[in-house]
T-cell receptor, first 115, second 111 residues
Framework: DGGITQSPKYLFRKEGQNVTLSCEQN?????MYWYRQDPGQGLRLIYY???????QKGDIAEGYSVSREKKESFPLTVTSAQKNPTAFYLC??????????????FGPGTRLTVL | EDKVVQSPLSLVVHEGDTVTLNCSYE??????LLWYKQEKKAPTFLFML????IEKKSGRLSSILDKKELFSILNITATQTGDSAIYLC???????????FGKGTKLTVNP
């Protein structure tokens, strides 16, 4: 089955710890994105990547880091520098055709809680 | 600064009612506008609109874009309890293809 997988589904961490969220896609999509969603808020873009070994900051990149070593994978690390990391994290991907990108498809999300 | 405003923020209706959800936007380098439905977890794609005045339909859902007035609406006719969800509007910016999300409209359809 083609799709986007995120793991783990739920994650708990203590303050001061770094944690890495996994995002994998087997759709052969070119671009991948990380969003954060807080209650009552829309999705806010953290980082995105349009090609392997390249990525750009989104609107709220502070305290986060990413890598894109393979087309299929775009892990997100939430560092201890992120002041308020408790949130729902969504990964998305999209394919490029005709010079532009089509709609983004989302993974099931990871709910991170900092204790 | 890019801005997306959805209204209403919350809506409660009865099954069978028709609803109209609104989205106004101001984003740089606008390319298209997307609508998503979010139930428990991941948003699912509904429509992508790139041209003004052309209605897109999928069953009981339809949507239209006005690029002059920077506005889009999502209509749902004969609502069902399964339509209960948060509906997200997201203009896409050309080049980066970044989506700028609104806060969403929470729709509750009661039996």
């Amino acid at each position: 089955d083609g799709g986007i997988t995120q793991s783990p589904k739920y994650l708990f961490r203590k303050e001061g710890q770094n944690v890495t969220l996994s995002c994998e896609q087997n759709l052969n999509h070119d671009a991948m994105y990380w969003y954060r969603q807080d209650p009552g808020q829309g999705l806010r873009l953290i980082y995105y990547s349009q090609i392997v070994n390249d990525f750009q900051k989104g609107d709220i990149a502070e305290g986060y880091s990413v890598s894109r070593e393979k087309k299929e994978s775009f892990p997100l690390t939430v560092t201890s520098a992120q002041k308020n990391p408790t949130a729902f994290y969504l990964c998305a991907s999209s394919i490029k055709s005709g010079g532009s990108y089509n709609e983004q498809f989302f993974g099931p999300g990871t709910r991170l809680t900092v204790l | 600064e890019d801005k997306v405003v959805q209204s209403p923020l919350s809506l409660v209706v009865h099954e069978g009612d028709t609803v109209t959800l609104n989205c106004s936007y101001e984003v740089t380098n606008f390319r298209s506008l997307l609508w998503y439905k979010q139930e428990k977890k991941a948003p699912t794609f509904l429509f992508m609109l790139t041209s003004s005045g052309i209605e897109k339909k999928s069953g009981r859902l339809s949507s239209i874009l006005d690029k002059k007035e920077l506005f889009s609406i999502l209509n749902i006719t004969a609502t069902q309890t399964g339509d209960s969800a948060i509906y997200l509007c997201a203009p896409a910016q050309g080049g980066s293809e970044k989506l700028v999300f609104g806060k969403g409209t929470k729709l509750t359809v009661n039996p």
